[in-house]
């Protein structure tokens, strides 16, 4: 069985089979996880008094794990489903299986008002925690009128001046209990009957225009002489079906059409989450339409089973851990740099590098190099395939604090990072290690000879944020395109450190990439992505 997910059916689609006793594969484009992560508080899972997404999806991924489902970071680029063993090709070759479930689940939909492309990562946003911290003391105005307009506003006031949300209808389409938090904050002002038709400005948004749909009143707002101010857009989502989009059939709007038992029209694929057409996109549906899915799934592939003969390795049960859902829970087994969980995956990865590898580390006075020094000598710890080496505590050359990656015989792999490769980035730094060191990730011969081809230097600044998780679908595309030429480099800076990159760039979203410090581009993207 085989997932390729955004969303938290796929968890416990996957705890539901791997408790049957199938072997099964969880595929993630670019992080555990997906939406829910970015979601700052839980609070309407039944049995769960509160917490965030990102807990509660480690949590759940944890199960799923202890009953011996497998997890794995890659991109899925095309299906074969036309034979009873069913074929998903990825980045890192491919695998075949009985049956998959599809969870992709939506990426943020644009509205569409004049100057939103054109100023999208230039004052125009759509992540409140990616985001957020750009627009502190500013003005904040946003788009929306349901649950993530109403929950992100509240999460924006921790650092706006002020949070002005323009609402196309009456009131909000939440829940009374949800929209009230909005409503009655004293940071927040809601305009109803409203929409944005245009945004502009220099060195980011300094003008929006909006009109009142019931009285056609144009009102306008200009931020004060040398000021800017932050558009954020929760408009609903859009599904992510571009894997399928010519395989299983879709409505008009791109969500998967599935019938009362999470089955597609083609025998053997199923679908769950925001991917597909439902009245409620909630984490409860969410678990729901997974733990269907995965009990009908189990019936299918036992029949097929029956008629092939083919009967995957049973996976191994580990034991349970019994710990509550909270905060706490995505953290740590002790005070150590990384868990238990991290280390056995960790060991996984360094045993397949064939080449050994030297880190080096230019550091400053901050604290931030006493971090970066912590982090990797304990990385370096866990293998005996990577050496660390302090060069110079006084280098101003190489924007310290700094990991350069180099190959065994010295030769720099042009990848390096620029403050603590943790958070959200921790998986793709390790991922630009094993493309590193090789064999590295799998990617098709076209895209290898293109960037091979490439004979001019070229060099790739991504700027991030640890919060972000949109940053590292970019930073592992950028990677590996240098791991694989000598003429480029991908170097990668946490913002939080680097405040004048941020304002040399103009930056005011992330994730940021500049190549040769003169085309900025903003949003993610995948390896063909950069390379166009």
Do not use: W
């Not at 009908?296 to 592939?301: I, T």
């Amino acid at each position: 069985m085989v997932y390729a997910d955004s969303s938290l059916a796929k968890y416990t689609a996957a705890l539901y089979l791997a408790r049957a006793k199938y072997r099964v594969l969880v595929l993630e484009k670019e992080k555990f996880g997906g939406q829910i992560t970015i979601t700052n508080e839980v609070v309407n899972y039944p049995g769960i008094g509160k917490t965030s997404g990102k807990a509660l999806t480690d949590t759940m991924r944890h199960q799923a794990e202890t009953f011996g489902a497998e997890c794995l970071f890659t991109e899925a680029k095309g299906l074969d489903i036309s034979d009873d063993v069913k074929t998903v090709h990825t980045n890192r070759g491919d695998f075949y299986c009985l049956g998959i479930l599809i969870a992709t689940g939506a990426h943020p939909r644009m509205v569409g008002f004049k100057g939103e492309q054109e100023y999208k990562g230039r004052g125009v946003a759509y992540c409140a925690t990616c985001d957020g911290e750009f627009f502190t003391d500013k003005e904040i105005f946003v788009i929306g009128g349901g649950f993530a307009a109403a929950e992100e506003n509240v999460f924006l006031t921790k650092f706006a001046k002020h949070v002005t949300i323009f609402i196309r209808k009456d009131d909000f389409s939440c829940a009374a209990s949800v929209a009230n938090k909005a409503k009655n904050h004293e940071k927040i002002t809601v305009v109803p009957n409203t929409v944005v038709e245009e945004v502009s400005g220099k060195n980011g948004l300094n003008y929006i225009r909006y009109k009142n749909t019931k009285t056609g009143e144009i009102s306008e707002y200009r931020a004060e002489s040398g000021d800017f101010f932050g558009a954020f857009v929760f408009a609903g989502y859009s599904p992510d079906t571009e894997l399928v989009k010519d395989i299983i059939e879709l409505n008009e709007h791109g969500y998967i059409i599935t019938n009362s038992e999470q089955k597609t029209n083609i025998d053997g694929i199923y679908a769950a989450g925001d991917v597909c057409i439902k009245q409620l996109r909630q984490v409860v549906t969410a678990t729901s339409d997974g733990a269907l899915a995965a009990t009908e799934l189990e019936k299918y592939v036992a029949t097929i089973q029956q008629k092939t003969g083919l009967y995957a390795k049973q996976p191994t049960v580990k034991a349970i851990e019994e710990s509550p859902v909270t905060e706490e829970t995505v953290a740590h087994d002790s005070n150590e740099t990384f868990t238990s969980d991290m280390k056995q995956q960790l060991s996984g990865v360094f045993s397949k590098m064939e080449r050994n590898l030297l880190l080096k580390l230019f550091l400053d006075n901050r604290p931030v190099s006493n971090e970066l020094e912590e982090f990797i000598t304990s990385l370096a710890s866990l293998t005996d395939k990577i050496t660390v080496k302090i060069v110079d505590k006084n280098d101003t050359t190489n924007q310290a604090p700094c990991v350069r990656v180099f190959l065994d015989d010295g030769n720099d792999t042009g990848l390096a990072f620029h403050g603590v490769p943790s958070g959200h980035e921790f998986t793709s730094f390790v991922l630009g290690l094993y493309n590193a060191a090789g064999p590295g990730q799998q990617i098709d011969e076209q895209t290898h000879q293109e960037i091979k081809g490439i004979k001019s230097s070229i060099d790739m600044k991504i700027l991030v944020s640890l919060s972000c998780t949109m940053c590292p679908d970019l930073v592992i595309a950028c990677q590996h395109i240098a791991t694989l030429n000598s003429n480029i480099r991908a170097e990668v800076y946490d913002l939080q450190h680097f405040e004048e990159l941020k304002k040399k760039y103009n930056v005011m979203s992330v994730p940021c990439l500049v190549i040769n410090d003169d085309e900025v581009s903003f949003g993610k993207k995948n390896i063909n992505q950069v390379l166009e």
